[in-house]
């Protein structure tokens, strides 16, 4: 079946830098998205990488290789409003469907 | 602001009830999604429709059922609630053509208890 792998969890200090990896299943494979939720709200849009390369969106950027099925969201200057869970999010095929990681909770100390 | 609400945002049911979750979008989107979210789990697609009575079945759907009579509703139906239906139901919309990809909108979600 169609599944991502990342890290359940990720600790980093304020202003660090943070990356959090993404492994996907290849067959079918559209293009990558990453989503931030707080404290279990609705999950909010950072990022999408349809092609190779870095996509940046301010202090956050998100990198896509399709030759090694990976991908990895990108967090700098970290800060603590920036502690929450992350998702990768795959697109298989056509049609609209994410299929979503596990999540990776970032906790950011002072 | 996509314009997503879900009702209700919280409901204690007892095992064996039927519960129907709504969602609400006010900006005409053909495709909307229903997930639950577990512990462990990260989200996981129950249903999702591409239009007016077009719907289709996602990861989870076994024990579920959808309907959606009008653009703007999509509703989410347990026929007989179970305690592994405890969960919270995200709804959510994308503006996707159908033959590309696009950025998903989530609903501030439901919480549903089953005892």
């Known amino acids: 079946g169609q599944s991502l792998e990342q890290p359940s969890e990720v600790t980093a200090v304020e202003g660090a830098i943070v990356q959090i990896n993404c492994t996907y299943q290849?067959?079918?494979?559209?293009?990558l998205s990453w989503y931030q939720q707080h404290d279990g709200g609705a999950p909010t849009f950072l990022s999408y990488?349809?092609?190779?390369g870095l996509e940046e969106t301010g202090r956050f950027s998100s990198f896509l290789s399709r030759s090694d099925s990976y991908g990895y969201l990108l967090l700098q200057e970290l800060q603590m409003k920036d502690s929450a869970s992350y998702f990768c999010a795959a697109f298989y095929n056509q049609g609209g469907k994410l299929i979503f990681g596990q999540g990776t909770e970032l906790s950011v100390k002072p | 602001d996509a314009g997503i609400t879900q009702s209700p945002r919280h409901k204690v049911t007892e095992t064996g009830t039927p519960v129907t979750l709504r969602c609400h979008q006010t900006?005409?989107?053909?495709?909307m999604y229903w997930y639950r979210q577990d512990p462990g789990h990260g989200l996981r697609l129950i249903h999702y429709s591409y239009g007016v009575k077009d719907t289709d079945k996602g990861e989870v759907s076994d024990g579920y059922s959808v309907s959606r009579s009008k653009t703007e509703d999509f509703l989410l139906t347990l026929e007989s609630a179970t305690s592994s239906q405890t969960s919270v139901y995200f709804c959510a919309i994308s503006r996707t053509s159908g033959d590309t990809t696009d950025t998903q909108y989530f609903g501030p979600g439901t919480r549903l208890t089953v005892l």
């Open positions: 990488n349809a092609l190779d």
């Open positions: 290849t067959s079918g494979f559209y293009g």
């Open positions: 900006e005409n989107h053909r495709y």
